[in-house]
């Protein structure tokens, strides 16, 4: 039988470098407490010691102003939510149809790879507000009876997606483009179809590994549904500039702004975890 | 030892070709395996084993010749490749096993999805197979998790649980530690011992003259020579086999 770890008595030596790792460790501790608050002691006296501060507080952290104006922000940014979980539904499937487009190789498909191709090009070069603007007031200004009149958020919506998905059906491309060939030949060999290769074999394992850098477009996607107050719908970002011209007081713009950041970290946790995860699956064992 | 029947080949290929730009990689083979034979493919690296059996599972196109698997041309532009390639299993060196599926899901996913079998047939056949093999406490782990030549005998047996009319095995002992060669070659024997046919590509030449019923040494993308297997070991008759098979043993 043999000693299990936890019966195993350390030698001198190991004890002493345990020790000394210890020791070491709780003096970088108490060096980073310390730098820490020596820092915001810094930031905080060259703040309040600046000639305008008494006015920028009163103007940009004004309690009472933030609670009237709360109530209208949280239901702008309850339209923002809305426009978020419809817009990332859509951007998943139409970024992974742009992705897939552009991986078929049958000739018969060129014209499909064309436009994928160029439509990745022209909306990742295009600047979201105008596209915002394009669609926001281009669309309406057809003047097509038969749809009525589409609220804006609709609109928004459309535009998010038309721009997003071309970022996102990159991200999705070079994840099956990293999946090994290999994995595709197996596939073959035995007999599935080049659809289900792909369904079955190459996206789930494409998919898993571009997990980090989508999530991160999508945190990039949660403040951009700010943008749609351009078009004059009352999100979050709206209903603040609202209250800002009522009050006189830039107040409900910080608030929304904190509201936002409120949003996106839950999303921005769920990421680090998920690369963290992704990370030790595949490096299991080393420590560098 | 299985008879073998000798009335009509399993697989016949004639004059293959196979050219990679200028270069040509098989210059006009011919080949014939019978059910339940052993053929071994021997030769040095780039000698055309490889191309041989990726042209054969279709996964490769030819430029010449002709293959029938039975009775069909396989080689006809209008057959369904898919249907084919099932039919003929092929393992590689790299054993290639998904690595986001358990081992137990590598081995039901083309019985499911090309045969259409249902999860629970699948799932016992897939049973059965790892069980032979002496996995089947590991049916849930993913390869990642496996020694090399554990994952080598699921791919095989992921292969052969289609129940292919052929197996084709690409130099599968190639990537493996010398100690973990054993076992996949312990399964080759045991496939041989049910009647499954292959047609191997490989470098354990003791192995191949054990096993294999009929020897094909490959020089350039042509035969060089082919016999029966103890006899082809024996008595080599060109000097270029005799010259590799020395090269070999003398490692």
Same mark, same amino acid.
């Given at each position: 039988m043999t000693q299990t770890q936890s019966e195993y008595e350390p030698s001198a030596i190991e004890h002493a470098r345990r020790s000394f790792r210890i020791q070491r460790k709780r003096k970088s501790t108490l060096v980073a407490i310390a730098s820490t608050l020596l820092f915001s002691l810094v930031v905080a006296i060259g703040l309040v010691s600046t000639p305008g501060w008494e006015r920028v507080t009163e103007s940009f952290f004004n309690i009472e102003v933030g609670i009237e104006a709360f109530p209208r922000i949280l239901e702008g940014i309850w339209l923002n939510l809305r426009v978020l979980f419809f817009t990332t539904i859509s951007v998943v499937v139409f970024g992974l149809l742009l992705a897939l487009l552009r991986t078929l190789r049958n000739p018969v498909f060129f014209p499909l790879r064309l436009f994928a191709h160029g439509y990745v090009d022209f909306f990742r070069g295009l600047p979201l507000i105008i596209v915002l603007y394009i669609v926001g007031f281009g669309i309406p200004g057809l003047r097509l009876e038969w749809l009525g009149r589409i609220p804006v958020e609709v609109l928004g919506t459309v535009a998010l997606t038309l721009t997003y998905s071309a970022y996102v059906s990159e991200v999705f491309r070079a994840g099956i483009e990293s999946i090994h060939p290999s994995q595709r030949l197996a596939a073959r060999s035995l007999g599935l179809s080049y659809g289900k290769s792909m369904r079955l074999v190459v996206l789930p394992q494409a998919i898993r590994r571009v997990a980090p850098p989508l999530m991160n477009d999508f945190v990039a996607l949660q403040k951009d549904v700010?943008?749609?107050?351009?078009?004059? !719908?009352?999100?979050a970002v709206r209903g603040a500039q609202i209250e800002v011209a009522t009050y006189a007081n830039f107040t409900p713009y910080v608030l929304a702004g904190i509201l936002f950041v409120l949003l996106a970290i839950p999303t921005v946790r769920f990421t680090d975890r998920i690369s963290a995860k992704l990370a030790q699956r595949e490096q299991s064992g080393s420590a560098l | 030892m299985t008879d073998i029947d000798?009335?009509?080949?399993?697989l016949r290929a004639t004059g293959i070709r196979k050219n990679y730009d200028e270069r040509v990689v098989l210059g006009g083979v011919d080949l014939e395996v019978y059910p339940g034979q052993i053929v071994a493919l021997i030769g040095?690296?780039?000698?055309?084993k490889s191309t041989l059996l990726r042209c054969l599972n279709l996964i490769e196109q030819i430029d010449d010749g002709q293959i029938w698997l039975e009775d069909q041309?396989?080689? !006809?532009?209008?057959?369904?490749q898919d249907l084919v390639r099932q039919e003929i299993g092929l393992v590689f060196q790299s054993f290639n096993l998904f690595a986001h599926l358990s081992i137990l899901d590598n081995i039901t996913l083309a019985l499911r999805h090309v045969q259409g079998k249902s999860k629970e047939e699948a799932e016992s056949i897939a049973l059965r197979w790892l069980d032979r093999i002496g996995l089947a406490d590991k049916s849930h782990s993913y390869p990642d998790k496996l020694s090399g030549g554990q994952q080598q005998r699921t791919a095989i047996v992921r292969a052969v649980a289609l129940n292919p009319k052929l197996l084709l095995l690409d130099?599968?002992?190639? !990537?493996?530690?010398p100690e973990l060669v054993g076992e996949v070659l312990e399964l080759i024997r045991d496939l041989k011992q049910s009647g499954t046919t292959i047609v191997m590509a490989t470098h354990e030449l003791s192995f191949a003259r054990d096993v294999a019923d009929w020897v094909i040494f490959l020089d350039k993308g042509v035969i060089a020579e082919e016999g029966e297997a103890v006899e082809f070991f024996r008595n080599p008759r060109e000097a270029r086999t005799k010259e590799f098979l020395a090269r070999l043993s003398g490692r």
């Open positions: 700010g943008l749609i107050s351009v078009l004059g !719908a009352i999100d | 000798w009335s009509k080949p399993r040095s690296s780039g000698s055309g041309d396989i080689s !006809a532009p209008e057959v369904d130099e599968v002992t190639s !990537a493996l530690d």
